[in-house]
């Protein structure tokens, strides 16, 4: 029993790291791709576009299965961690493109026409005005695929990963009882998840702009 | 021409690999919707003995990834029942589709108009024939765009069975790859066919929307788009 807590433990640290080396990979290629997307010119509409539909077209576990398999990059091989990161980065990228897409939008035409009459530039408009009545709403957002994106870590076990349901396996084919190691995973997912949940909602309801809901 | 006779051969190969996926997710679905009715259809109650027991549960299978709950449903299961992995697959992603969709439901339900239901009741129905003539109309119109929603998740779901050995899509990819020695064609084939059918999917998605808008005219217009929202999110 004790050593099924420690691998599980262990393997939470590793499961974490993924979680956050996607987000950082989603939110660097998120924010290019909602400008993508919100171009007026329809060929950089269509870029974004296709990225989107391929990272959101194709299962999570094949990205990871392609990204580690297919790219012969020594990074990934020497620490497939990195791979997961990666895969998982690129899928979530497209939500994350989209909730700061919507934000965007979710902020009236009078604020941005209001602000070009007062004469403000691109970058204080963007900073002064938009962003901080966006920045709640598309934080909500962000949060909320973040839930799916810690849940989408544990695909990573399938390239030998090992993070939380790496170990819990283990723990079963040396003879664990299946039942009790898998739940006693899934608690610790719940334990994360849950919170964030909350953390979600929370988040939403210090949104400025109530239209959206 | 080479490629095209090529690539023909390989979708040829995974065919009968992406048919096993449809199944996986047409069981997945078949199992999951009903469940997901009855728990949003019993959501609407006001007993906490009912509701809190239920909400549990659905936060429960949301909260498991959904590798972890097959793995639970296939390994933790057999010491019981010995389970096939079609079926393990089908009662796990029917816990995880049934908990997905019951917000979906427990929302299309509570925005049936009152007047509709008070009117039901006004006219004497039974609350089955309330259920059946006023409920189900609303809620079959309002939720389908969501459901299809559900149906990609699943759909891309399905190729988790390949961790339990299963010869779906993904599965198929990897056993017709070892055997031709070259495992990335096959992959970027099964990715392409996942693409296709997912992109299939979302249109319908937008269809069936602009559909439920043109008939539910203005009132669960906004109702639908917080669905969408929901079920995106999910």
Known sequence: MTGLWDGLLLGLGTTLLIWVGAIVVSLVLGVPLSALRRAEHWAPRLIGGAWAALARGIPPIVWIILVFYGLKFGPFQAFPPLAAMVALGVVNSAYVGDAIRAGLDSVPRGQWEAAKATGLGGVVTMGRVILPQAFPIMLATITAYSITLLKNTALASIIGVSEMLYYAYQAVSTGTNPLVAFLAAGVIYLACTVPLGFLARWIE???VIAVVR | MDWIVDLVE????LLPGLWVSLQLTAGAVAAGIPLGFLAGLAL?????????????????????PALLTLYLVYFGLAGFYPLDAFTSVVIAFGLTTGAYSSEIFRTAIASVPRGQLEAADALGLTSWQRLRTVVLPHVLTIAVPPVIGIVIISFQGSALAYAIGMKELLGSAFSQGMLNFTLIPELLVAAGLYLAVTLALSGMESLAARRARRIAGRGPVAATKNLAATATAA
Do not use: A, D, K
């Not at chain 2, 909400?55 to 498991?64: A, D, N, P, S, T």
């Open chain 2, 44 to 64: 609407q109650r006001r007993n906490r003995w009912i509701t809190w027991p239920i909400i549990g549960l659905v936060e429960i299978f949301r909260g498991f």
């Open chain 2, 10 to 13: 390989r979708v040829m190969g």
């Open chain 1, 205 to 207: 309801t210090r949104s």
